[in-house]
């Protein structure tokens, strides 16, 4: 009846399992320390003792992986025994076989022989989100450290039991996951078994669009996600999570798929040829959820085909896309008891919209079940409610505060009326509505004016957003309390991200509070104060961009963006369109690490299509943004003149600054020409280096550098390039701009290592690495980890440069980015190596291509101890 993990199985005096993996022999005496100290915790040691011999009951340890609550892994020199026709020793398969959220304690002890395999098990670990590893010497020192990480380990689990409280999210919750990832649900999802093996059966065949259909809290968008988790054998190379909720313009919606495929959009080509790239013979399954707000954007898909020809798409939509191979599969309710059978105890268990109700209402009220007495009440509120899963989870959130019994009667003489009151709203859509309005009418005032309040915001926010909205409002100075209980209400949910608590609304719950702050007259008035707030945050945020604090303000704006998107949607809606212009300037570096320069363009199109009065500043921005991309994908002598003219608006509306950036932009543009300027390109690239740096602008000084030495490196001057690299580094360093420093470090360490100064190119190759990591920029890493696989393949490290090469390759045909052949200085090597030592070679590529982000660089940094790195790493 239910999808989810298995509980744990506890030893009979339920003490925590403790898993202890490592090889016999060389590791005996540390083995017996292991589990000294493990019992000195009173805790007990599963010492496996066949894990890692020859042909182990791989069987036997999964079933006691699954039982064991910590891993312990101790290493030495051996990677263990591999048995014939077996790829990797039982040593590493008890690891891959250890579940993922499970906690790790790594140990490795000191040696200058370890082996090669050994060595790559251990950059994998060191990776690990879940894992924390420390070296040891002896058996004394071992012993004293896993007694102390024990305890710290069991010190923060029972912080995070009280802390995290009840758990009881609607049929979508799922916890936040990075950027194109399937969001893990929170809850256990109930009754929904058949659904899943059907869906399965239909991707398995291969349509090309799978159309969830069902109205709004039906759990479409949880049975996609389920189906997603559980069909990911089906695609190998991934499956991607793409929320539409927030996405209103049909053309967005390319720009909103790359985003979350890991694409970025620089302008540089044509996006939908970037997917193209990103998903050519990759066989992966697309998940788009909310699509009946841009339905009109159906038709898109169709060319995704083309482009993507071993794609799947699985949508979720309250409306039929009607497009060619759409495969509709229709959502329905759980299953409710017969009104005509007695409501027993036995019977009403038989129910999956009933099992929901008793999971759900034990959850908000520890202790809840199902009873002879409450059976019928709970039967009755199912049936009302129609299996609808959302709206069965606001009833049970109820159980706080009232029996079953009298939920029941108070459903029974609400929702008629309400119902009346939507009639033109399909039966079930009136079903959900009238089940949000009588769990809203039970909040006190000040709870129902901040719900509907918090309708603005787009996704999630924070409680300082909240408060800073609720000026003049009637919860004003009440934010933590009124938001406290609309999350126990379950109207509201609430999670973590990069520390700190983010909020959010269920899609239905916010239309809902939208309709009915319209049906006020307050919605344009808090979609203003939505849009200052975002407004002020911006101009806070935006300087740090070019300087020290750019990683975590990208991070900063990144948990933003949803929010920045509905700001400035609303700024040229409402026609503020200086204020539009001026947001999307101060954003001009983000947008452009971020790679967003398509959306920005939909927007300043728009601004400009409004043929509304506007001061020259404000249309040199538009122009800017929406003859960006025109100068890389179809540059001619127009898109020249018209950067031209943004110069000058720029100058006349008095920013200097603005002006010396177009210049060195329609010097870029002379050089993508047919027949390319590149003596004028040259001296005005030269010019607004001078002006910059004049004006202070470093980051831009930085950037204009970079392409002076990428033009000399084209016209064949490598000491003159390796100079402006140099140049451009240094002023990107003084500043503390990561992002130019990346992209100068990278061209300067390939110059020198074109040159043979391995060293020094090494050496810069890591430290860009690093970099890239910091600022999440894939084409950063990709660039990297081409270099760190040079300096391997000419020292001769066959295994090492082929998997970084291969984990290079697949980076780039995830974002679609590939490089310029003029630029590229590991080719050759690897081909070298391909030819010498063909098997060691495959080797590295099979396991390259298998490689996440994470793993990828702790092999290219072996050693890995910087601690912002690794956290930095924890986001990929």
Same mark, same amino acid.
């Given at each position: 009846?239910?999808?989810?993990?298995?509980?744990?199985?506890?030893?009979?005096?339920?003490?925590?399992?403790?898993?202890?993996?490592?090889?016999?022999?060389?590791?005996?005496?540390?083995?017996?320390?292991?589990?000294?100290?493990?019992?000195?915790?009173?805790?007990?040691?599963?010492?496996?003792?066949?894990?890692?011999?020859?042909?182990?009951?791989?069987?036997?340890?999964?079933?006691?992986?699954?039982?064991?609550?910590?891993?312990?892994?101790?290493?030495?020199?051996?990677?263990?025994?591999?048995?014939?026709?077996?790829?990797?020793?039982?040593?590493?398969?008890?690891?891959?076989?250890?579940?993922?959220?499970?906690?790790?304690?790594?140990?490795?002890?000191?040696?200058?022989?370890?082996?090669?395999?050994?060595?790559?098990?251990?950059?994998?670990?060191?990776?690990?989100?879940?894992?924390?590893?420390?070296?040891?010497?002896?058996?004394?020192?071992?012993?004293?450290?896993?007694?102390?990480?024990?305890?710290?380990?069991?010190?923060?689990?029972?912080?995070?039991?009280?802390?995290?409280?009840?758990?009881?999210?609607?049929?979508?919750?799922?916890?936040?996951?990075?950027?194109?990832?399937?969001?893990?649900?929170?809850?256990?999802?109930?009754?929904?078994?058949?659904?899943?093996?059907?869906?399965?059966?239909?991707?398995?065949?291969?349509?090309?669009?799978?159309?969830?259909?069902?109205?709004?809290?039906?759990?479409?968008?949880?049975?996609?996600?389920?189906?997603?988790?559980?069909?990911?054998?089906?695609?190998?190379?991934?499956?991607?999570?793409?929320?539409?909720?927030?996405?209103?313009?049909?053309?967005?919606?390319?720009?909103?798929?790359?985003?979350? &495929?890991?694409?970025?959009?620089?302008?540089?080509?044509?996006?939908?040829?970037?997917?193209?790239?990103?998903?050519?013979?990759?066989?992966?399954?697309?998940?788009?959820?909310?699509?009946?707000?841009?339905?009109?954007?159906?038709?898109?898909?169709?060319?995704?085909?083309?482009?993507?020809?071993?794609?799947?798409?699985?949508?979720?939509?309250?409306?039929?896309?009607?497009?060619?191979?759409?495969?509709?599969?229709?959502?329905?309710?759980?299953?409710?008891?017969?009104?005509?059978?007695?409501?027993?105890?036995?019977?009403?268990?038989?129910?999956?919209?009933?099992?929901?109700?008793?999971?759900?209402?034990?959850?908000?009220?520890?202790?809840?079940?199902?009873?002879?007495?409450?059976?019928?009440?709970?039967?009755?509120?199912?049936?009302?409610?129609?299996? &609808?899963? &959302?709206?069965?989870?606001?009833?049970?959130?109820?159980?706080?505060?009232?029996?079953?019994?009298?939920?029941?009667?108070?459903?029974?003489?609400?929702?008629?009326?309400?119902?009346?009151?939507?009639?033109?709203?399909?039966?079930?859509?009136?079903?959900?509505?009238?089940?949000?309005?009588?769990?809203?009418?039970?909040?006190?005032?000040?709870?129902?004016?901040?719900?509907?309040?918090?309708?603005?915001?787009?996704?999630?926010?924070?409680?300082?957003?909240?408060?800073?909205?609720?000026?003049?409002?009637?919860?004003?100075?009440?934010?933590?309390?009124?938001?406290?209980?609309?999350?126990?209400?379950?109207?509201?949910?609430?999670?973590?991200?990069?520390?700190?608590?983010?909020?959010?609304?269920?899609?239905?719950?916010?239309?809902?509070?939208?309709?009915?702050?319209?049906?006020?007259?307050?919605?344009?008035?808090?979609?203003?104060?939505?849009?200052?707030?975002?407004?002020?945050?911006?101009?806070?945020?935006?300087?740090?961009?070019?300087?020290?604090?750019?990683?975590?303000?990208?991070?900063?704006?990144?948990?933003?963006?949803?929010?920045?998107?509905?700001?400035?949607?609303?700024?040229?809606?409402?026609?503020?369109?200086?204020?539009?212009?001026?947001?999307?300037?101060?954003?001009?570096?983000?947008?452009?690490?971020?790679?967003?320069?398509?959306?920005?363009?939909?927007?300043?199109?728009?601004?400009?299509?409004?043929?509304?009065?506007?001061?020259?500043?404000?249309?040199?921005?538009?122009?800017?943004?929406?003859?960006?991309?025109?100068?890389?994908?179809?540059?001619?002598?127009?898109?020249?003149?018209?950067?031209?003219?943004?110069?000058?608006?720029?100058?006349?509306?008095?920013?200097?600054?603005?002006?010396?950036?177009?210049?060195?932009?329609?010097?870029?543009?002379?050089?993508?020409?047919?027949?390319?300027?590149?003596?004028?390109?040259?001296?005005?690239?030269?010019?607004?280096?001078?002006?910059?740096?004049?004006?202070?602008?470093?980051?831009?000084?930085?950037?204009?550098?970079?392409?002076?030495?990428?033009?000399?490196?084209?016209?064949?001057?490598?000491?003159?390039?390796?100079?402006?690299?140099?140049?451009?580094?240094?002023?990107?360093?003084?500043?503390?701009?990561?992002?130019?420093?990346?992209?100068?470090?990278?061209?300067?360490?390939?110059?020198?290592?074109?040159?043979?100064?391995?060293?020094?190119?090494?050496?810069?190759?890591?430290?860009?690495?690093?970099?890239?990591?910091?600022?999440?920029?894939?084409?950063?890493?990709?660039?990297?980890?081409?270099?760190?696989?040079?300096?391997?393949?000419?020292?001769?490290?066959?295994?090492?440069?082929?998997?970084?090469?291969?984990?290079?390759?697949?980076?780039?045909?995830?974002?679609?980015?590939?490089?310029?052949?003029?630029?590229?200085?590991?080719?050759?090597?690897?081909?070298?190596?391909?030819?010498?030592?063909?098997?060691?070679?495959?080797?590295?590529?099979?396991?390259?291509?298998?490689?996440?982000?994470?793993?990828?660089?702790?092999?290219?940094?072996?050693?890995?101890?910087?601690?912002?790195?690794?956290?930095?790493?924890?986001?990929?």
């Amino acid at each position: 009846m239910t999808v989810g993990h298995r509980p744990a199985i506890r030893t009979p005096d339920q003490r925590i399992r403790v898993f202890v993996s490592s090889t016999l022999h060389e590791l005996a005496d540390e083995r017996r320390a292991a589990r000294g100290a493990i019992e000195r915790m009173r805790l007990a040691p599963v010492m496996f003792e066949l894990g890692a011999r020859p042909h182990p009951p791989r069987e036997l340890y999964r079933s006691y992986l699954e039982q064991s609550d910590v891993f312990v892994g101790i290493y030495w020199e051996s990677y263990g025994w591999v048995a014939p026709d077996e790829r990797k020793s039982g040593l590493e398969d008890e690891y891959d076989l250890a579940p993922a959220t499970m906690p790790k304690l790594i140990y490795i002890k000191a040696s200058d022989h370890r082996d090669e395999r050994l060595k790559a098990l251990i950059a994998r670990i060191q990776a690990d989100d879940h894992a924390a590893y420390l070296p040891f010497q002896t058996p004394e020192e071992l012993q004293d450290r896993i007694t102390d990480d024990l305890a710290t380990l069991l010190a923060e689990r029972f912080d995070e039991s009280r802390t995290q409280g009840d758990d009881h999210g609607e049929a979508g919750e799922a916890a936040e996951p990075a950027a194109g990832s399937v969001p893990v649900p929170y809850t256990t999802t109930i009754g929904r078994e058949a659904d899943l093996a059907a869906l399965r059966r239909l991707l398995a065949e291969r349509h090309r669009v799978v159309s969830l259909i069902g109205p709004g809290g039906i759990g479409k968008s949880r049975l996609a996600i389920e189906t997603a988790l559980a069909a990911e054998d089906l695609f190998p190379d991934g499956v991607y999570f793409v929320p539409l909720e927030n996405v209103f313009e049909p053309r967005l919606l390319i720009t909103t798929i790359a985003y979350f &495929l890991g694409i970025r959009d620089t302008g540089e080509a044509a996006i939908e040829e970037r997917i193209g790239h990103a998903l050519a013979r990759r066989r992966v399954l697309v998940v788009l959820d909310n699509f009946e707000q841009i339905i009109e954007a159906a038709p898109v898909l169709i060319r995704l085909y083309d482009l993507a020809p071993l794609a799947t798409f699985l949508v979720t939509s309250r409306i039929v896309l009607r497009i060619r191979g759409e495969q509709v599969y229709d959502v329905t309710g759980l299953t409710t008891p017969e009104e005509t059978a007695q409501a027993t105890v036995e019977r009403v268990e038989q129910s999956t919209a009933c099992a929901l109700f008793v999971d759900r209402a034990s959850a908000a009220k520890p202790g809840f079940e199902l009873t002879d007495e409450n059976a019928s009440a709970v039967a009755d509120i199912c049936r009302r409610l129609e299996g &609808l899963p &959302l709206a069965i989870e606001l009833a049970a959130a109820k159980v706080r505060l009232l029996p079953p019994q009298t939920i029941a009667e108070r459903l029974e003489q609400s929702l008629p009326l309400l119902t009346a009151a939507v009639r033109d709203l399909p039966e079930r859509h009136r079903t959900m509505r009238a089940t949000i309005d009588w769990s809203v009418s039970l909040l006190p005032d000040e709870q129902r004016d901040m719900l509907e309040d918090l309708g603005v915001f787009a996704r999630r926010f924070t409680l300082e957003a909240a408060e800073a909205l609720g000026v003049g409002r009637t919860w004003e100075g009440q934010g933590v309390d009124v938001l406290a209980a609309l999350v126990d209400s379950s109207l509201v949910k609430v999670t973590e991200i990069e520390g700190r608590s983010v909020y959010s609304l269920l899609t239905i719950v916010r239309e809902y509070a939208l309709d009915r702050l319209e049906a006020r007259g307050g919605l344009d008035r808090m979609r203003a104060a939505h849009a200052e707030y975002y407004g002020l945050l911006v101009a806070r945020i935006a300087p740090g961009l070019r300087g020290a604090r750019q990683a975590d303000a990208v991070i900063e704006l990144g948990l933003e963006l949803p929010n920045l998107r509905a700001a400035i949607r609303h700024m040229v809606n409402a026609g503020r369109l200086e204020d539009a212009a001026d947001f999307a300037w101060r954003l001009l570096i983000y947008w452009w690490i971020g790679g967003f320069f398509g959306e920005v363009r939909v927007w300043m199109m728009e601004l400009l299509e409004k043929q509304a009065t506007i001061t020259q500043h404000t249309r040199a921005v538009a122009w800017f943004f929406a003859l960006w991309s025109e100068m890389w994908q179809n540059p001619t002598e127009q898109v020249v003149a018209g950067i031209g003219e943004c110069i000058r608006l720029f100058a006349e509306s008095g920013d200097a600054d603005a002006s010396a950036m177009a210049l060195a932009a329609r010097a870029t543009a002379r050089v993508q020409l047919a027949n390319p300027d590149v003596e004028k390109a040259e001296a005005e690239l030269t010019e607004a280096v001078g002006l910059l740096r004049e004006l202070g602008n470093a980051w831009a000084e930085a950037i204009t550098l970079v392409s002076l030495g990428r033009l000399a490196w084209v016209r064949g001057d490598p000491a003159r390039a390796l100079e402006r690299f140099g140049e451009a580094k240094d002023v990107a360093h003084s500043s503390g701009d990561l992002f130019t420093s990346t992209i100068a470090g990278n061209l300067r360490a390939r110059l020198n290592f074109a040159r043979g100064e391995v060293d020094a190119a090494e050496q810069e190759f890591i430290l860009s690495l690093g970099q890239s990591v910091r600022l999440h920029y894939d084409e950063g890493v990709a660039y990297g980890l081409e270099g760190v696989c040079g300096i391997a393949a000419s020292r001769g490290e066959t295994w090492r440069a082929s998997a970084l090469s291969a984990a290079a390759e697949a980076i780039r045909h995830r974002i679609g980015i590939f490089d310029v052949g003029a630029f590229t200085v590991h080719t050759q090597r690897i081909a070298e190596l391909r030819e010498s030592d063909p098997v060691e070679f495959a080797a590295g590529e099979r396991a390259g291509a298998g490689l996440s982000v994470a793993e990828a660089v702790a092999i290219a940094l072996p050693g890995l101890d910087d601690p912002t790195l690794r956290a930095a790493l924890r986001r990929w």
